[in-house]
């Protein structure tokens, strides 16, 4: 049930997502398993409100009106990006001290890694910034025990088996290689756990620390470890544009190749010619049987050299 129509009135959903309770999907799915309510009703998905007008409160809590926030955060090793933990470790949001609005870290750094961290209560950008869909770079120092290879090099850029499926092909560049430790550049576009490190662990290489330094454009630059700022307008609008590119697994623009019907045999499956059929031959429209004419001599390029 929404509020009295008014012009300021929006979806619940997108109400939910930019007051930070996660993407737009996950928004509706709050409103159709019961928790949402509106003046003291059920919501239903597609209702409409008005955020300041309207009691709007999920899982009994009431949502209030906040200005949208970007921050960037340098993060230090030995700090989490989890808004709860018992254990009582240091987390990411206790760095952002003067900041009265509910921020949650955008994707994780893990607890040992340290360098650029997003944290905001825009639930939709922060769901597009984490989805392997639009492809938003993020690239990552690392330094190495061992010598990384060409080969390594090569495999990464390839992609390889994790426990969670094949990797996508990143970026690399090696800027120190030697005998006993390497550093190197990855860029990549996916957001699975500790991926870094168990790519490297893969090859034999033990990470021996792990800096995230550009998320697209943005940069650690003049940004100490600890240290936070407010993302300007152009940052924010850049990021938006970033995730509004068409994603590369739709295949538009793509030539598909046209599979051959199952009846039909190819050239390498046929088998031999059938009886009285010669390789070679034609069939001529009074039923009778041909040299066929020999193929014109194609140049051919070698591209191998």
Known sequence: MSGPKGIMQERLHKILAHAGFGSRRACEELIGEG?????????QVGDKAELGSDDIRVDGRRVKAERTVHYLLNKPPGVICTNADPSGRRKAIDLLTGVPERVYPVGRLDADSRGLLILTNDGELAARLTHPRYEVPKTYEAEVSGRVSAEDVRTLQSGLWLSDGRTSGVQVRVTHRGNARSRILITLREGRNRQVRRMLAKLGHKVRWLTRTRIGRLTLHGLGPGKFRRLTPDEVRALWNQTEKQPADTGRGKRQ???????????DSAGPPAPGKQQGQRRTGRGKRTAAPAK?????IDFTA
């Open 296 to 300: 014109r001599g194609r140049k051919v």
């Open 257 to 267: 190749r046209r599979k051959a019907p199952a009846h039909r045999k190819t050239r």
């Open 35 to 43: 928790r949402v309510t509106v003046n003291g009703d059920a919501a």
